[in-house]
């Protein structure tokens, strides 16, 4: 079991937040480096941010750095991914991904969310 949903609505304009939430199993939620992904129109999937299985390491590509964070709620079995600050740039189809390997590269990814569609508008 492995969904990604969001917070509100998938419109937003340029400067608001949206928070997303990946819902996984036990065994995914405790064992599993977690991370977010995403994949703007005509692009490859690129990655966002990384949670590792305890939740205390954290990782962040240079273009959400500062504006978007990533954390796990234990009592819900989530990974959520607040985005503030939201650029037209951020538009993407966004997807969560986990894999029991070190990093949160695409390809080591053994598992993946079905993908929920953010819009931001200038």
């Known amino acids: 079991r492995f969904s990604c949903r969001r917070l509100g609505g998938g419109l937003v304009q340029a400067g608001e937040s949206l928070r997303l939430s990946c819902a996984a199993d036990?065994?995914?939620?405790?064992?599993?480096?977690i991370g977010w992904f995403r994949q703007a129109p005509g692009k490859d999937r690129e990655f966002v941010a990384g949670?590792?299985?305890?939740?205390?390491?954290?990782r962040y590509s240079d273009s959400v750095k500062g504006r978007f964070t990533i954390s796990k709620d234990d009592a819900r079995n989530t990974v959520d991914l607040q985005m503030n600050s939201l650029k037209p740039e951020d538009t993407a189809v966004y997807y969560c991904?986990?894999?029991?390997?070190?990093?949160?590269?695409?390809?080591?990814?053994?598992?993946w969310g079905t993908g929920t569609l953010v819009t931001v508008s200038s």
């Open positions: 991904g986990a894999t029991r390997r070190s990093g949160w590269f695409i390809e080591e990814m053994d598992h």
């Open positions: 036990e065994h995914l939620f405790s064992s599993y480096n």
């Open positions: 949670i590792g299985w305890g939740g205390s390491l954290t």
